[in-house]
């Protein structure tokens, strides 16, 4: 009787320590921002400063919807990723995120657009290095799109 009840205590020290530890790392994990996040930002930013660029730049209006058509298409894709490893919250009435209209965005130089995807790329490309598998290449794509908009765009 005196084993069995020494071998429950045990037994449930290992699971609680185990499952301590298995936490820990969870929170580590979940306190570090997805390293996707900026370029779901960043391709937000880029769609609508393409937007923008569209009312003084009326002979780019097609070159410059595609633009803004890819990037919203990248910023989803990115966060359709990001939230399908981002495990649900654990407490239920959480606040909803806030879905409020953004700033409108000046419109750009084609030269400031340009340079922007260029950037947005070339940060991609960095990104794709660090990461394996399906990051990595949503990354590597997003970055080889991105590298064609700029050369588009500086015409």
């Known amino acids: ?22 936490d820990g790392a969870q929170d580590d994990e979940a306190a570090q921002p997805d390293p ?25 209006v097609d070159t410059l919807t595609v633009i803004a058509d890819q990037r ?15 495990p649900p919250p654990t407490v239920s009435g959480t606040a909803a995120a806030a879905t409020g209209t953004a700033e409108p965005v000046p419109a750009p130089a084609l030269t400031e657009l340009s340079t922007a995807l260029s950037d947005a790329g070339r940060s991609a490309a960095d990104d794709a290095r660090a990461l394996s598998g399906y990051r990595a290449g949503l990354l590597g794509s997003i970055s080889a799109a991105c590298t064609l ?7």
């Open 1 to 22: 009787m005196l084993r069995g009840a020494a071998a429950l205590v045990a037994g449930t020290t290992i699971l609680a320590s185990t499952v301590a530890c298995s």
């Open 36 to 60: 996707l996040a900026a370029h779901a930002a960043r391709a937000r930013r880029d769609a609508a400063a393409a937007t923008a660029a569209i009312a003084q730049n009326p002979a780019a």
């Open 72 to 86: 919203t298409a990248h910023a989803d894709a990115l966060d359709i990723e990001i939230a399908r490893l981002t």
């Open 149 to 155: 908009a700029s050369a588009a765009v500086a015409g």
